[in-house]
C-alpha cells in the first residue's frame, strides 16, 4: 500500500477527483485497520517522540499505568511522558533513559492497585526508526503479576520439602515430655491402687501433688513446643515487591545505630554503587536485619564485657577506630554479576563450629531464654526472597553472615550492557 501512495502523489496532477477521493478512502481504510491493529494488542503501547513526549498510545495502557493527565488531552503533546505519568518509579525511569539517551532498555516494576494487591509490570523501550534515523521510542508494557505469582507459588512448594526433616525433629522432642508424663501417672495410678489395697488410706498429699506438679510442667512444655513448631512450619506471608535494598538499609542502619553508639561500639555501612530492584518484603527484610544486628550486638558486648555503666564510663575514653580491640558492627552491600550481596559482620564472641552447623535449626539456641526460632525465621525469610545465606564465624574473632539475592533478568542485562 506505501509504495502505491508514493506513486499516486508523484502523478498526483494528472489525477481526477475520482481518483484522489478513491486513494483518500484508501488511506483512511488502511489507518482505521492500523489503529484497530493497535487497540486490540493487549500489551500497553506508547509511541514517544525524541523529545520523549506522548504522540499515542493504545487503550489497555490506562488499564496497565495510572495518569496525571489523560493521553487524549490536547496539552499532552507538549509534555515530557514522566509529567504526564502517576508512578514515580516508573516516571524516573523514562528520565535516566532521556538524560542517558538510551534508546534500548528495560525495567520492571511494581505497583499498588486500588484494592490493595501488587501488580508486576515489565516495561521495554526499543528505537523508533525511520527513514534510517531516530524518530523516538517505541514502549511496550506488559503485564507479568501471574508469572511471578506462578514463581512464588514454586519456590514455596519447594520449601515444603524441608517440612519432613522439621516434623521427624518435632517428634523426638515429644516424645520426652510424653514419656514422662506416663511415668508420673502410672506412680499415681499405683499409689492410689495401693491405697485401695489399704482401706482407702490415700498416700500422703505431697506425694500425689509432687507428680502433678511434674506432668503440669511436661503439658505446658509440650503446648510450648507446639506454638514453636506452628511458628516454624507456617508460611511467611511476604508481599513480595521490586525494592532498591540499599535505600531500605540505610534506613535500617539509621534506626539501629544510636543503640550501637551509645555501647561506644562503631556501625559501618558500605553501600552497593550499583542502582538495583530485587523481588522482597519491605517489612521482612527489615526483620532480618535488625534480628542480625540484635544478635552481634549481644556477641559484641558479651566479647568485650560491655554492661550499661561501662558503656557509660567509657564515653572518655572511646575504642580507637583503627584498633583491632575496637568492637564493629559491618554492614555491606554490593553487585556481583545478577547477584545482590549483603554481608553483615561483628568481632563479637564468635561461635564454636558446633553451633554455626546447627544455627539455623528450630529450637536450637545458645541464650538462656531464647526461642532457637530467631534464625530459623531468618533462614526462611531469605528463602521467601529466593535467595540464600551463609555463615562464617570464629570463637573471639567475630561473625559474618552473607546473604545474596537474585537480581531479575532485566537487571542483569543492564548490567552486563554497562560492564
Known amino acids: 500500500m506505501n509504495g502505491y501512495v508514493k506513486k499516486a502523489f508523484k502523478k498526483a496532477s494528472k489525477l481526477s477527483n475520482e481518483q484522489l477521493r478513491n486513494i483518500l478512502d484508501d488511506l483512511m481504510e488502511e489507518n482505521e485497520v492500523l489503529y484497530s491493529v493497535l487497540e486490540s494488542i493487549t500489551t500497553g503501547l506508547m509511541i514517544l517522540d525524541n523529545n520523549f513526549c506522548l504522540l499515542r498510545s493504545n487503550a489497555i495502557t490506562e488499564s496497565r499505568v495510572s495518569f496525571l493527565v489523560h493521553p487524549s488531552d490536547p496539552k499532552v503533546s507538549s509534555m515530557k511522558v514522566w509529567e504526564i505519568l502517576n508512578d514515580e518509579e516508573i516516571a524516573q525511569f523514562f528520565k535516566n533513559c532521556e538524560e542517558k539517551e538510551i534508546t534500548n532498555s528495560s525495567d520492571e516494576f511494581s505497583i499498588a492497585t486500588e484494592g490493595g494487591t501488587v501488580r508486576f509490570l515489565n516495561i521495554i523501550m526499543t528505537p523508533l526508526i525511520h527513514k534510517g534515523k531516530l524518530a523516538g521510542r517505541i514502549i511496550q508494557i506488559r503485564d507479568i503479576t501471574e508469572k511471578k505469582k506462578q514463581e512464588v507459588i514454586l519456590h514455596r512448594m519447594e520449601n515444603m520439602a524441608n517440612l519432613t526433616n522439621l516434623a521427624a525433629g518435632m517428634a523426638h522432642e515429644i516424645k520426652n515430655p510424653l514419656g514422662a508424663i506416663s ?122 564485657n560491655i554492661t550499661k555503666d561501662s558503656a557509660e564510663a567509657s564515653t572518655e575514653n572511646e575504642w580507637k577506630n583503627c584498633s583491632e580491640k575496637s568492637p564493629f558492627f559491618d554492614i555491606e552491600a554490593f553487585c556481583n554479576e545478577n547477584k545482590y550481596i549483603l554481608r553483615i559482620s561483628d568481632n563479637g564472641c564468635g561461635m564454636n563450629s558446633e553451633t ?64
Open 183 to 304: 511415668i508420673h501417672i502410672q506412680l499415681i495410678q499405683k499409689a492410689l491402687a495401693k491405697a485401695r489395697e489399704n482401706e482407702n488410706v490415700l498416700p500422703p498429699k505431697k506425694f500425689v501433688e509432687d507428680h502433678i506438679d511434674v506432668i503440669n510442667e511436661e503439658i505446658e512444655h509440650l503446648n510450648k513446643l507446639i506454638m514453636d513448631f506452628l511458628m516454624a512450619v507456617r508460611p511467611v506471608k511476604a508481599t513480595l515487591e521490586l525494592k532498591n535494598p540499599t535505600r531500605l538499609i540505610k534506613g535500617i542502619v539509621d534506626f539501629i545505630t544510636p543503640e550501637f553508639t551509645s555501647n561506644n561500639i562503631k556501625v559501618n555501612f558500605t553501600a552497593s554503587e550499583k542502582e538495583v530492584k530485587i523481588l522482597l518484603d519491605e517489612k521482612l527484610f527489615r526483620d532480618i536485619i535488625v534480628n542480625l544486628a540484635q544478635n552481634s550486638l549481644e556477641a559484641i558486648k558479651t566479647r568485650f
Open 356 to 419: 554455626v552447623s546447627k544455627i539455623f535449626e528450630p529450637y536450637y539456641t545458645t541464650k538462656a531464654n531464647g526461642t532457637g526460632l530467631g534464625m530459623t525465621m531468618v533462614y526462611k525469610i531469605v528463602k521467601e526472597f529466593s535467595g540464600e545465606i551463609r555463615v562464617k564465624s570464629e570463637e573471639n574473632v567475630g561473625s559474618s553472615f552473607t546473604m545474596v539475592f537474585p537480581i531479575p533478568q532485566k537487571d542483569k542485562k543492564l548490567l552486563s550492557a554497562k560492564a
